[in-house]
């Protein structure tokens, strides 16, 4: 089965240090999203892109954090300086978006396994 | 913005008992997710739904969409162990060009557990 893959799995970092996390997306998909997890917030989205654009990063914190598509297999979310608030699970999803799949029963978004960010 | 709200927050149920989830958007949506995710893991896909009133289904679970499509549910027969985890919907509003593929707010998820 095709999967999303995502590093690190674990990442422990001291506060003020620069974390990036990657993704590689499916191949073939046209659509990225990063989502952040916490127990207190639960899954918020942080950006998405569609063809390597951005087309929404209100969820992101912007004087700490960015994201990017240098290219079409790989997606980085970083955050610079980190902070304790930042610990959570990140999770990067893919999937294709396109004019008419919307209306198929099937589709949907695969999610990675996800970075376990813990910033002390 | 968007708000998904999804209730309830918990259910603890003896296996064999029925169980459902409930979620509501503060818009319209033009379809709606829902995932899967069991204890450690990620959210795995389990169903779109689309036209209004849509109900479909995956052997003990069904969903079910909203005639306004601000709301929808899942409903899950007679509750085994393999059931365990946490339920999210996720909907997305329409663009302007009448297509669907805008961002996708996540519910608030219900944790299930069952007790054999």
């Known amino acids: 089965d095709a999967r999303v893959t995502q590093t690190p799995r674990h990442k422990v970092t001291e506060m003020g240090q620069e974390v990036t996390m990657r993704c590689q997306p499916i191949?073939?998909?046209?659509?990225v999203f990063w989502y952040r997890q916490t127990m207190m917030q639960g899954l918020e989205l942080l950006a998405y892109?569609?063809?390597?654009?951005?087309?929404?990063d209100s969820g992101m914190p912007k004087d700490r954090f960015s994201a990017e598509m240098p290219d079409a297999t790989l997606a980085t979310l970083k955050i610079q300086p980190s902070e304790p608030r930042d610990s959570a699970v990140y999770f990067c999803?893919?999937?294709?978006?396109?004019?008419?799949?919307?209306?198929?029963?099937?589709?949907?978004?695969?999610f990675g396994s996800g970075t376990r960010l813990t910033v002390v | 913005g968007q708000q998904v709200m999804q209730i309830p927050q918990y259910q603890h149920v003896q296996e064999g008992e029925d169980f459902t989830t409930y979620c509501n958007s503060s818009?319209?949506?033009?379809?709606i997710q829902w995932y899967k995710q069991r204890p450690g893991g990620h959210p795995v896909f389990l169903i779109q739904?689309?036209?209004?009133?849509e109900v479909k289904k995956q052997k003990r679970l069904t969903f079910q969409f909203g005639e306004a499509k601000k709301n929808s549910s899942l409903h899950i027969t007679a509750t085994q162990t393999t059931d365990v985890g946490t339920y999210f919907c996720?909907?997305?509003?329409?663009?302007?060009?009448?297509?669907?593929?805008?961002?996708?707010?996540f519910g608030q998820g219900t944790i299930l557990t069952v007790h054999p």
């Open positions: 818009t319209t949506l033009s379809n």
């Open positions: 999803a893919s999937g294709f978006d396109g004019s008419r799949v919307f209306i198929q029963e099937n589709y949907g978004y695969t």
């Open positions: 739904l689309v036209k209004s009133g």
């Open positions: 191949l073939g998909h046209n659509t």
């Open positions: 996720a909907g997305r509003l329409s663009n302007a060009g009448g297509t669907s593929y805008g961002k996708l707010t």
């Open positions: 892109f569609r063809n390597r654009a951005p087309l929404d």
